[in-house]
């Protein structure tokens, strides 16, 4: 992939130029990789490092992979220690371990996992042991065991054995060499291994390293017996001294650091780098920062600095910085001050001063020994200063002055923190202090040294930043209160007069302001920028021209110019150089110093230049020396690189482990873009990415933004993961750029991702809702028809429903009619009726009456019969009562009656015999004159029976009728 190519072509670009110089002076910067840190094992065999940037480690647990900030760990499959390492041109690695040997792959998901090249071997030959050495020789890879030599390329394995065992074998200038146990060192010719002129020395010597020395020298290194220069025609033992100091600490392995430097690790007493003349250039072990003295593995990085795999650990050695840790002793206390006089270097600290012989001409080698607490100066040291050929040192305990390594006291008024001197003034001294001015003087009577003389009256401030002026008087800046401008007379041991400048002369805070002298100017640094003093206006105005070149964004704690018109400065949490031009302009530096951000001691920063190869700083917790001429090249490029992916949820899950793949699960471009696809349930994801930049990680700065979602990029800031919840649907590209300490920016690391959509909103919903959109018309289609036809039948049924109504109404209204035609036709046959019922009662009542005058008539006769003595006469009057007596008893009258009364009654009396057949016609006479609503007494002369013969014969229809004596009898005849 294009990607890859290109790191590898600047990887190895960046590998073609010189090592330039390793520091003698201080301690490399050393970082320490515990094996809590690592989660590995604690021996370290092998280092490599990819194309990529990322360190690989040949560990016990085995294999370690590095990023700067991550660390991961590939194991074995047969769980075996893993001894070595190799990166082929491709940037694969391979690795060799206990009867195994392969390569590292990405999978699927951009993971690396081990591929094992043994299959490749028959059975009878996997049996080989430690593969302790790995290299990538002629377009393949050899791989190297006591045992055996395997030659891997093209998918095919080839051996190389001989008699004897192997030891350990070296690579150098693309010759391959191996020392064979009672053999000696041999070289590699095709197929068959060689015995070196005079390498029958080897033959029980145990060969741990061979290095190019110089054209076509080899210096071999040995692990008890010194070391040997091969020339190519013969062996020489070479630097007695060196190699006896070697053999007492057993070297293990080493390398070539450039063309004039060579790095050793040792079994006792960790590494040693020398130079070709044999001299220690350091040697770094427990007492100065390693976690072992036991060093198994020496690696020098892209960045020329060196990895060390110890018997315990990993440490990363900075041996290409011009900065170090100094001095090596690390208890002396927080830097406050530092200066070099008469061959002592002097360092200030919290804790006292310290001093020691020390030569910084290059010509010796400073030996071990320690720097020693300045005799009487225990406490806090403020500051150094050589003032007319005295080193002055300020102290909490008031003013010193030191020759060698004692201090004299010369003023017990506390706080010295700075002095001043003229050459107007050549016998006086002012020193500033906790509590205003104190004078010093020099005479013969002194013994020209200087001796305190008073108190300057008339000021008392605390006097830290104190500077001459022109005119003799003094600027002084108080950090809490604001500026003064004090006046002394001629003795110098009065103020005469002072002025206070605050906010109300030009300064936008009293707050944090300094002063210093830069081209003859008194400058003072607020801040918010730089003031200058007008005396015309006895005012304070911007300095516009400075705030131009340091901008206003961090204030300028302190100015330090040197003779040569270079300037120290110190702004924000950073140190850097102005240095002066031809043209009076200044080229400003701070990448040499951007490893130093935050270190130092705030509003007591200082440096101290001590010639042009040695710059002291003093920091927190010491100092650092810094090396002008040790040439770093600051714009090395470097990667970023997204290390994991992972979906935020109840149960994470990791979807991109960080290697390149060409899988199909995650695909990736011509230019090495990734792509997947995501559920929408999904839509949360964890980014962690990071940069292989292993010196100052902590100052590596990332900007990030999701491309789809984030509108701009994120703030610069050192965070290592980015996280993202609820994203809806689309295309994303997640991009991460680093930014390391020295401003330089990587290339962007990118992933492209999609997130689909949600299952309702899909492709094959949408093509769902299509189907259910057209089945829901057709639906509406059918159901407005449906609605339609209903309304029809529903119209219809109400019409008919109407026609029903009308029709009903009509019939209601003809039954009306009817009915008020039946109620008058009832009404006229009521009428009728009640005509005929008063005829009947009429007629019956004449009926009454007729029998009543008959029966009247027959007692009469009867009565006249006893009278009548006529015989004849008595005849016809009996005759008479006889036909009386027939028309009395005549049915008649009542047949006609009974055909009237049912005519009327609706044939009451035919209903009522056929309901009751026990019924007599005599009972039916009186149902009928009782049904008329007759009298007892009424009824007694139409049935010519006594009002007693009537209750008797009511009396037998109630029990025929089977009624209560409770019921009426009238009441249920009327019923019937």
């Known amino acids: 992939m294009k990607r890859i190519a290109l790191i590898f072509l600047l990887f190895f670009l960046s590998s073609l130029h010189a090592f330039t110089k390793v520091k003698s002076t201080g301690i490399p910067f050393i970082k320490n990789y515990h094996r809590s840190q690592y989660n590995g094992g604690t021996q370290n065999w092998d280092i490599v490092q990819a194309p990529n940037g990322l360190v690989y480690f040949a560990n016990n647990s085995g294999v370690l992979e590095f990023d700067g900030s991550n660390w991961r760990v590939i194991p074995m499959p047969n769980i075996s220690v893993v001894r070595s390492l190799a990166v082929d041109s491709t940037g694969r690695v391979f690795v060799g371990a206990y009867n195994e040997f392969g390569y590292l792959e990405p999978d699927h998901q951009g993971k690396l996992i081990y591929h094992s090249l043994v299959d490749l071997l028959p059975e009878m030959d996997r049996e080989f042991e430690e593969v302790w050495q790995i290299f990538p020789y002629k377009k393949g890879i050899l791989f190297h065991s006591f045992q055996k030599i395997f030659y891997y390329r093209d998918g095919l394995i080839s051996q190389i054995q001989d008699k004897n065992e192997f030891h350990f074998s070296f690579m150098v200038r693309d010759q391959f060499y191996v020392r064979e146990q009672k053999k000696g060192l041999c070289k590699l010719d095709g ?200 080193l002055i040192c300020g102290h909490n305990k008031g003013t010193f002055r030191i020759e060698k390594n004692t201090g004299e006291l010369i003023s017990n008024i506390a706080g010295g923190w700075k002095y001043l001197y003229k050459k107007e003034y050549p016998n006086k001294m002012i020193g500033g202090t906790y509590t205003g001015f104190t004078l010093f003087e020099k005479s013969a009577q002194t013994g020209n040294k200087w001796k305190f003389v008073k108190r300057v009256e008339g000021f008392n401030e605390s006097s830290r930043e104190i500077i001459w002026s022109d005119d003799n008087s003094i600027w002084m800046c108080h950090g809490y209160k604001g500026v003064y401008h004090l006046y002394l007379n001629e003795e110098l041991d009065k103020c005469t007069k002072f002025k206070f400048y605050g906010v109300e002369d030009g300064f936008h805070s009293n707050l944090g302001i300094d002063v210093s002298r830069l081209r003859g100017e008194n400058v003072f640094a607020g801040r918010d920028g730089f003031y200058k003093y007008v005396a015309e206006s006895d005012q304070f105005e911007i300095h516009q021209n400075l705030n131009n070149l340091f901008g206003t964004e961090e204030s300028v704690n302190k100015l330090y110019e040197q003779k040569n018109g270079d300037v120290w400065f110190f702004q924000g949490e950073n140190v850097g150089l102005l240095k002066s031009q031809v043209d009076n302009s200044y080229e400003m530096l701070k990448k040499p110093f951007a490893s130093l951000k935050s270190s130092f001691i705030v509003a007591f920063e200082n440096v101290n230049v001590i010639d042009k190869e040695n710059v002291l700083f003093g920091k927190e917790d010491g100092f650092v020396h810094y090396d002008p001429t040790v040439i770093k090249k600051y714009n090395e490029p470097f990667s970023v690189f997204i290390r994991e992916v992972r979906i935020s949820s109840s149960q994470d899950s990791i979807i991109y482990y960080g290697a390149y793949s060409n899988v199909k699960e995650i695909q990736f471009n011509a230019d090495g873009e990734n792509r997947i696809e995501l559920p929408y349930k999904s839509n949360a994801l964890r980014f962690k990415y990071a940069a292989s930049q292993y010196s100052n990680p902590e100052l590596i700065q990332y900007q990030c933004q999701l491309i789809g979602f984030d509108e701009t990029p994120s703030i610069w800031e050192n965070t290592l993961q980015k996280e993202y919840t609820n994203l809806p649907e689309g295309e994303y590209v997640f991009e991460v750029i680093s930014q390391n300490q020295y401003g330089l920016n990587s290339a962007k690391d990118q992933f492209h991702f999609t997130i689909l959509p949600p299952w309702y909103r899909s492709r094959v919903a949408f093509v769902i809702y299509t189907l259910l959109a057209l089945f829901c018309i057709y639906a509406i289609i059918i159901l407005i028809r449906i609605r339609i036809k209903y309304l029809q039948n529903h119209l219809k049924k109400k019409q008919e429903e109407e026609l029903k109504q009308k029709e009903q109404k009509f019939r209601e209204e003809a039954l009306i009619a009817e009915r008020e035609i039946v109620q008058l036709r009832n009404d006229k046959l009521r009428g009728e009726v009640e005509f005929k019922t008063r005829e009947l009662a009429g007629s019956t009542m004449n009926i009454i009456h007729k029998n009543e005058v008959l029966s009247y008539s027959v007692g009469e006769l009867k009565k006249a019969l006893k009278k009548i003595k006529d015989p004849t006469a008595l005849v016809q009057v009996r005759q008479l009562m006889k036909t009386i007596d027939a028309e009395f008893n005549s049915d008649q009258d009542w047949e006609q009656f009974e055909m009237h009364f049912d005519q009327v009654h609706e044939d009451f009396l035919k209903r009522l015999r056929a309901e009751y057949p026990q019924l007599t016609p005599k009972d039916l006479r009186i149902c009928a004159y009782l049904r008329m609503n007759l009298s007892t007494k009424e009824i007694a002369p139409l049935m010519n029976i006594s009002v007693r013969g009537v209750e008797i014969s009511r009396y037998r229809l109630r029990k025929k009728f089977n009624i209560t004596r409770d019921e009426n009898l009238i009441d249920f005849i009327l019923n019937v």
């Open 191 to 390: 197929r068959s291994l060689d015995i070196l002129k005079g390498g029958e020395l080897f033959s029980d010597i145990e060969i741990v390293n061979m290095i190019p020395f110089s054209n076509n020298t080899i210096l071999i290194a040995t692990a008890l017996d010194g070391l040997f220069l091969y020339d190519g025609t013969q062996i020489s033992p070479w630097n007695k001294e060196l190699s006896q100091l070697f053999k007492s600490n057993q070297v293990y392995t080493g390398l070539a650091i450039g063309d004039s430097k060579f790095a050793f690790g040792t079994v006792r007493n960790g590494v040693y780098i020398i130079n070709k003349e044999g001299q220690i250039v350091q040697n770094i072990n427990t007492e100065k920062g390693l976690q072992n003295n036991t060093v198994l593995s020496l690696f020098l990085d892209k960045n020329e600095n060196l990895w060390m795999g110890l018997d315990n650990g990993i440490d990363y050695l900075e041996i290409s910085s011009p900065l170090s840790v100094f001095p090596k002793d690390k208890n002396l206390g927080a830097g406050y001050a530092s200066i070099y006089y008469k061959g002592y270097l002097y360092l200030g600290t919290n804790r006292g001063l310290f001093t020691r012989k020390y030569d910084f001409s290059g010509n010796a080698v400073n030996g071990e020994e320690e720097f020693k607490l300045v005799i009487n100066t225990s406490g806090q040291v403020w500051s150094l200063q050589v003032i007319d050929d005295e």
